[in-house]
C-alpha cells in the first residue's frame, strides 16, 4: 500500500513516538573503555592526537576506573607501557609488568568493574612488531608461547576477560589450553579475530609507542579488501575456544560487522578506535560536527550493525550524555 495512505512521517510527528518506534536503542551497558596504564605515581601524559585521553600510572587509572563504574560502564580494557622494550617484549608476560599491576589494583579497589586485558607484544618489543622477530619476519609459532604466557599472567593478576590482538594463527588455541591447564577455565577469551590493517591505528600507536621501527604488519593484520577472509578468521577462533569476537576497526567495517552478527551466535564486539575517535575530536573542536549527536550516531551505527559491545574512548562522555537522556 502506497502513498497516501500509508505515510511513514506518521511514526516521526513527536519526540515520544520517535522513541517508542526506535530500533536500536545504545545502552551504557555496551561500553568499554579503552585505558593506557604506565609506570610511576601521579603520572598522566596527555596523548596529543587523543584530546581527552591520556597515559596513566596506575593510582590515576584507578581513579579513572572508579568514575567509569560510577557511571555505570561495566567494563575496561588496559594497555601497557613498559619501563623497558626488549626484542621478546619480556614486560607483557612478567607478573610484575604494569598491566598485571594495573589489573590488580583495580580489581581490589572497585571489584565489581570487568577488567580486560590486551594480550599483545607490539607495545613491549623494541621493534613495535606484534610478535618474535626471525631473518626479518614475524615468526608466528615462536610468538605463541609468549601471546599465551601474557594472558596467564593476566589471569593470574585477576583478569575478567583476556583478548589477543596480534594476529598470530592458532592464538587462541594457545591461549586457551594454557589458561584451562592453570586453572583459569573461566577467564573470557574474547578475540580480535577480524583485525584489519588499518590507516585508523596511528593515535593508537602513538600512545603505545608501538609503531613499528620496520617494514609494516601487512603480513598478519587483514588486508582492508577482504570480507569472506574475516568469517574465515571469525570461524577458526570460535573453533579453538573463543567466546567473545571482535571487529576491529568498526566504522570502515560495519559491512565485516553485519556479517559476522548474522553468521554466528556469539557475542561481537567492536572497537571503535583511534583514528575515528581523533578525526571527530578534530572536527568538533572547530565546530565542523555537533560532538554530542556525531558520537551518539556513530556508535548507534555500530550497534545497528550488529555489535554487542563497543571498545571506545567516548565511552565516559558517552554513559554521562545517556544519563542525562534518561
Not at 589458561?179 to 584489519?196: N, Q
Request: aromatic content about 8%; overall charge negative; hydrophobic content about 45%.
Amino acid at each position: 500500500m502506497s502513498f497516501p495512505v500509508n505515510r511513514p512521517r506518521r511514526l516521526r510527528r513527536t519526540a515520544t513516538l520517535r522513541r517508542m518506534v526506535r530500533e536500536t536503542r545504545l545502552s551504557v551497558d555496551d561500553l568499554v573503555l579503552p585505558l593506557f596504564a604506565i609506570h610511576g605515581t601521579s603520572v598522566r601524559e596527555p596523548i596529543a592526537s587523543m584530546p581527552g585521553v591520556a597515559r596513566l600510572s596506575v593510582d590515576f587509572l584507578v581513579e579513572e576506573c572508579r568514575e567509569a563504574h560510577a557511571l555505570g560502564i561495566p567494563a575496561v580494557i588496559l594497555f601497557g607501557i613498559p619501563q623497558r622494550k626488549d626484542p621478546l617484549g619480556s614486560e607483557a608476560y612478567a607478573d610484575d609488568g604494569i598491566v598485571s599491576r594495573a589489573i590488580t589494583a583495580v580489581k581490589e579497589a572497585v571489584p565489581d568493574l570487568v577488567v580486560w586485558a590486551d594480550v599483545c607484544l607490539c607495545e613491549y618489543t623494541d621493534h613495535g612488531h606484534c610478535g618474535v622477530i626471525r631473518d626479518g619476519q614475524v615468526d608466528n609459532d615462536a610468538t605463541l608461547p609468549l601471546l599465551a604466557g601474557s594472558a596467564l599472567a593476566y589471569a593470574r593478576a585477576g583478569a575478567d576477560v583476556v583478548a589477543p590482538s596480534d594476529m598470530m594463527d592458532g592464538r587462541v588455541g594457545a591461549i586457551r589450553e594454557v589458561l584451562d591447564e592453570a586453572g583459569f577455565g573461566d577467564t573470557v577469551l574474547c578475540s580480535y579475530a577480524a583485525k584489519y590493517a588499518s590507516a585508523f591505528y596511528g593515535p593508537f600507536r602513538e600512545a603505545a609507542g608501538s609503531t613499528p621501527q620496520f617494514g609494516d604488519r601487512l603480513g598478519y593484520q587483514m588486508d582492508p579488501a577482504n570480507a569472506r577472509e574475516a568469517l574465515l578468521e571469525v570461524a577458526l577462533d570460535l573453533e579453538e575456544g573463543a567466546d567473545i569476537v571482535m571487529v576491529k576497526p568498526a566504522l570502515a567495517y560495519l559491512d565485516i560487522i553485519l556479517r559476522v552478527h548474522t553468521e554466528f551466535e556469539v557475542p561481537v564486539a567492536a572497537y571503535n578506535v583511534s583514528g575515528e575517535y581523533a578525526l571527530i575530536c578534530a572536527a568538533a573542536e572547530r565546530n565542523w560536527v555537533d560532538r554530542r549527536r556525531i558520537v551518539l550516531e556513530t556508535l548507534t551505527s555500530i550497534r545497528r550493525a550488529g555489535a554487542d559491545m563497543i571498545l571506545t574512548y567516548h565511552a565516559k562522555e558517552v554513559a554521562q550524555w545517556l544519563r542525562e537522556t534518561r
